[in-house]
């Protein structure tokens, strides 16, 4: 009996070690790199670790298929380095015999792709599966409705222009005034009449000094009394 146990189990460690290699089918590789993205507070790789990796995978697979027949021992793992380097593959729990198709995996860690790598502290650059593309993160909704942002921004602009024509508006009206202003003054010295006497015009007399005429004062100086 104990003999039937052993030859079970090393077929199927044989089995197991043939799934899981180096570009074998259904086989996928993850590098990671803790020192890279948590520096100091980098932790350790260790066996704890690769059983929470082989864990998520399991929850992965169990929530991609609705089905919870994957446990965590249909993960398998293999050509582990120290540099943080392994494959991995996902054996079928109901044949147990056979891999599941890689394009099952593949879609199971892009949906939960978050959660895993929220599980080890790691982003997509850190945690790679290199065969497996980057999820990319939802977009990011703007908390404002852009069609509020668009208005906004055309309003403003309305009423920039607005003031800017108001402004020119009242400014090229007074320069209006003053050019009318001073038209105005121009024209009322050309129509006001100039008054001469003995053919000296009156504006140009100093009517403080006053002004004396050559021709009294000659006579003047004729009856100056003795």
Same mark, same amino acid.
């Given at each position: 009996?104990? =003999?039937?146990?052993? +030859?079970?189990?090393? +077929? ?8 899981? %290699?180096?570009?074998?089918? $259904?086989?996928?590789?993850? %590098?990671?790199?803790?020192? !890279? ?30 089905? /919870?027949?994957?446990?965590?021992? $249909? ?20 044949? $147990? ?57 055309? +309003? ?12 020119? =508006? ?11 202003? /001073?038209?105005?003054? +121009?024209?009322?010295?050309?129509? !006001?009449?100039?008054? !001469? /006497? $003995? ?28």
């Amino acid at each position: 009996m104990l =003999g039937v146990l052993l +030859l079970a189990f090393s +077929l199927v460690t044989i089995a197991h070690s043939d799934f899981c %290699r180096p570009d074998a089918q $259904n086989a996928f590789k993850v %590098r990671i790199s803790i020192k !890279t993205a948590l520096g100091d507070n980098a932790y350790a790789w260790d066996a704890s670790e690769e059983y929470l990796f082989k864990a998520m995978v399991a929850f992965a697979m169990r929530r991609y298929s609705d089905k /919870e027949t994957t446990q965590i021992s $249909n993960v398998l793992l293999c050509n582990m380095t120290e540099r943080v380097s392994f494959w991995f593959v996902v054996t079928d729990s109901a044949k $147990n015999v056979t891999t599941v198709p890689g394009s099952e995996v593949e879609a199971a860690i892009r949906m939960n792709r978050n959660r895993i790598n929220s599980a080890f502290l790691l982003t997509d650059n850190t945690l790679q599966f290199l065969k497996i593309s980057s999820t990319l993160s939802p977009p990011i909704e703007p908390t404002v409705p852009v069609w509020l942002i668009v208005f906004s921004v055309v +309003l403003c602009l309305v009423v920039a222009g607005i003031l800017f024509l108001v402004v020119s =508006g009242i400014r090229q009206r007074k320069k209006n005034n003053n050019e009318s202003v /001073e038209i105005g003054d +121009l024209e009322d010295k050309c129509d !006001t009449p100039v008054t !001469t /006497e $003995n053919g000296i015009p009156c504006d140009i007399l100093d009517l403080k000094a006053g002004q004396i005429n050559g021709v009294y004062a000659a006579d003047d100086e004729q009856f100056t009394p003795l």
